[in-house]
T-cell receptor
């Protein structure tokens, strides 16, 4: 069973449209992170959400952490071709000796067509 | 620029050959990780090192070994490559300060094909 379920798996939209992608789980988390991975590159951290109900904005990207801290959403306003990429959510687990591991969802692959 | 450097970027191996993937970070992070990324499977943790001198297995460690050479470097070794190890491999590092987890910094990956 996947710890984090991301939906949709694939999304293809026209430039200028709005979109929302989701990251869901049955578990409660102390924090959740969103990463974006461009083709041929490693994932890059976008944001960390910590408090239930928290909303963070990063230019045209809006991130929300669910009230129960089990789920999160990413909303993009007026998508641009530069938003194309794989969007991953990740949650951390303490693995001892001061180390944390991140477990990731399978991601949403977004294509923004000019 | 500060970050995580992986070498090589591309590699083709024949079944049974061995190789070592190199990773180095210059951010003075304590923890380092190796993940593999496969279509439909997402990122899966192979091994990690919480600090210099320690290593532990992750979700998919079979067929791999690691060495934390010093605080900066964490290598991944395939002793006898198999086609099932064809994948993109990512190294990452992180630091945690108390309850503030600052996230991972990833390298740009090594694309490995085993034929």
């Amino acid at each position: 069973t996947q710890l984090l379920e991301q939906s949709p798996q694939f999304l293809s939209i026209q430039e200028g449209e709005n979109l929302t992608v989701y990251c869901n789980s049955s578990s409660v988390f102390s924090s959740l992170q969103w990463y974006r991975q461009e083709p041929g590159e490693g994932p890059v951290l976008l944001v960390t959400v910590v408090t239930g109900g928290e909303v963070k904005k990063l230019k045209r990207l809006t991130f929300q952490f669910g009230d129960a801290r089990k789920d999160s959403s990413l909303h993009i306003t007026a998508a641009q071709p530069g938003d194309t990429g794989l969007y991953l959510c990740g949650v951390r687990a303490y693995s001892g000796a001061g180390s944390y591991q991140l477990t990731f969802g399978k991601g949403t692959k977004l294509s923004v067509i000019p | 620029n500060a970050g995580v450097t992986q070498t090589p970027k591309f590699q083709v191996l024949k079944t049974g050959q061995s190789m070592t993937l190199q990773c180095a970070q210059d951010m003075n992070h304590n923890s380092m990780y190796w993940y593999r990324q496969d279509p439909g499977m997402g990122l899966r943790l192979i091994y990690y090192s919480a600090s210099e001198g320690t290593t532990d297995k992750g979700e998919v460690p079979n067929g791999y070994n690691v060495s934390r050479l010093n605080k900066r470097e964490f290598s991944l070794r395939l002793e006898s490559a198999a086609p099932s190890q064809t994948s993109v491999y990512f190294c990452a590092s992180s630091e945690a300060h108390g309850t503030a987890f600052l996230g991972y910094t990833f390298g740009s990956g090594t694309r490995l094909t085993v034929v």
